[in-house]
């Protein structure tokens, strides 16, 4: 999380919102946006319906993979980021820019 | 004649080396096939990101966020992490 928001300003210029999300209850994800200093909202998926609706619900660990999407204005998927590689966001950064320069 | 037999000796080895050692290769390539493959996704790049409602507590309120708020305004990075207070 704390890479994308220092990638924040880049991906607000390109018209882009960053939304976290993981199972943890929306206090437990405030604090945690607080401590690493993150400034987006961090969402609450409290029961893990929307994660499982991505089918990426792992039973193994209850919890989310670590997975980014980049979801286009008309709402389709532009790009998908999985497990280590979600870790380091420049691709979707990368995705971003393209957009906004082609535009 | 000795010296014969040295070489046909050399001669077999290096036969029974060139038999043996493609297979010892093919091995590798298929331990390494064997690796545990990352699970494909349900959900494709193309595809129509699910809409869903969810929410964040903004430090005084719990704030509502759906997908569908940003459609044709702006687009959306949803990322997914696994638990708050760990890396990544």
Redesign the interface.
């Known amino acids: ?1 704390k890479a ?1 928001q220092q990638n924040l300003k880049q ?1 607000e210029a ?11 209850s ?7 946006a607080d ?1 690493i200093g993150v400034t987006f ?5 409290w029961g893990g ?3 499982r ?4 619900y792992v039973d193994k ?1 209850k ?18 980021q ?2 280590r590689d ?2 380091d ?1 420049k691709k ?1 950064v990368d995705a ?1 820019e393209r ?1 906004k320069l082609s535009r | 004649m000795k010296r014969n037999c040295v070489s046909t000796m050399l001669g077999v080895w290096l036969l029974t080396a060139a038999m043996v050692c493609p297979q010892v290769h093919a091995q590798g390539d298929k331990a390494q096939a064997n690796k545990p493959e990352p699970v494909p996704l349900k959900l494709n790049v193309g595809d129509v990101a699910p809409d869903f409602k969810l929410h964040y507590f903004d430090g005084s309120d719990l704030k509502e966020v759906s997908l569908s708020q940003y459609r044709g305004k702006s687009n959306v990075v949803l990322a997914f992490y696994i638990f708050a207070f760990t890396g990544g």
Do not use: H, W
């Open positions: 999380m994308f991906l390109a018209d882009t919102q960053v939304l976290g999300v993981s199972m943890d929306p206090f437990a994800n405030k604090a945690f401590q909202p961090l969402l609450s998926d319906d929307v994660t609706q991505y089918g990426i660990y919890a989310a993979r670590r997975i980014n999407f980049l979801i286009g204005k008309d709402g389709k998927i532009l790009e998908e999985i497990d979600a870790i966001p979707i971003c957009r």
